[in-house]
Nanobody
């Protein structure tokens, strides 16, 4: 049974940092897309970042325009874990953050095969 378990969310002041982790079990995803989505209250779930296998143990990482330059996503395949480092956090980053994985490019929620349970990130201004 495939499971994605997020951790690392919490309350932080604007300008602060957090690191989210997503531990995968049940299968490896080294050559599949893994990424992050978020959902704020009253809004649709939106793409944040994805890591795509590009061969030779390397990945291409894409980010939404709203987080580019502030967030960094990377993998540790030895631990089967995906990370999201979030810096210069803003109040508009407040949302539940979901880890995602799938065999298709994770460009939208409909492309996701596996979801984590979500972790709350709250940024106070």
């Amino acid at each position: 049974q495939v499971q994605l378990v997020e951790s690392g969310g919490g309350l932080v002041q604007a300008g602060g940092s957090l690191r989210l982790s997503c531990a995968a079990s049940g299968r490896t995803f080294y050559n599949s897309d893994m990424g992050w989505f978020r959902q704020a209250p009253g809004k649709e779930r939106e793409f944040v970042a994805r890591t795509t296998w590009s061969g030779h143990n390397s990945y291409i990482v894409d980010y939404s325009d709203s987080v580019k330059g502030r967030f960094t996503s990377y993998r540790d395949n030895a631990k089967n874990t995906l990370y999201l480092e979030m810096n210069s956090l803003k109040s508009e980053d407040t949302a539940v953050y979901y880890c995602a994985a799938g065999v298709r490019p994770l460009t939208s929620p409909t492309a996701v095969d596996y979801w984590g349970q979500g972790t709350q990130v709250t940024v106070s201004s």
